[in-house]
């Protein structure tokens, strides 16, 4: 009885103030460094436009995103920006603290809402020499983040709307699970760093294909496999950079 018990409390999925844990980054780590960052972290909602960090401004948080969508933008000198890459349940934000920077070079803004597990920036830097499996997932991590953003930089240069917006769906339906992505035009218009304009005109070509459909503020992903085709090569690559990383990992 007391040996079924024990096997019960370790498989139970972890939690942090009765919110389980999903980020990828903290589970299965060590019991001693499980216990330990669980302890010090907190859970918060994630709501949609949220700032998570600022451009050239101290960085007060590190968040394990557990839901939802966090964009990391550059900013240019006018205000225009565009999207550099994605982090969901796989990943984090605040990798400069990590690091060992105080301040931020990209806006991270909440894209869809979700939850994320903080720590203040003084915390973190205690935690990281206690947990060794978790600060090599942190790097590891930055390393896929480094790669992702810089395949959409030459996607964005190299592609047509309608390929980088299919593209953007696909890693965005990766990270939400569901086939209903909330977002307005106006907003993937800001993500893609193009004109509204060239939006509109990108998603009606895949919503007349009969690959999404799109009402009130919501699009929905109604034809994957043929969604994948209209893509350019960039989500491939990317996934298979990623499966090819992650086999490393795990040997």
Known sequence: MALSRVRLIQESPPSVE????????????????????????????????????ECEEPIKYFYFVDSGIVSILTIMQDGKSVEVGLSGKEGCVGLQLAAGFTTSDTRALVQIAGGAFRVSAPALLKIL??????????????????????????CNRLHDVEERMARWLLMSQDRVGGDDIPLTHEFLAHMLGTRRSSVTVAAGLLSKAGLITYNRGIVKIEDRSRLEEASCECYELLRRHTRTWKKEITC
């Not at 780590?29 to 949609?48: D, H, K, N």
């Not at 020499?129 to 030459?154: D, E, H, N, T």
């Open 18 to 53: 009765g919110n389980i844990v999903r980020n990828e980054l903290l589970l299965n780590l060590p019991q001693a460094e499980s216990e330990f960052v669980l302890s010090q972290l907190t859970f918060v909602q994630l709501r949609a436009y949220d700032v998570l960090q």
């Open 129 to 154: 020499p206690r947990c060794p499996v978790l600060a090599k997932r942190i790097q590891q991590y930055g390393l896929f983040l480094a790669m992702q953003g810089s395949q959409v930089a030459a």
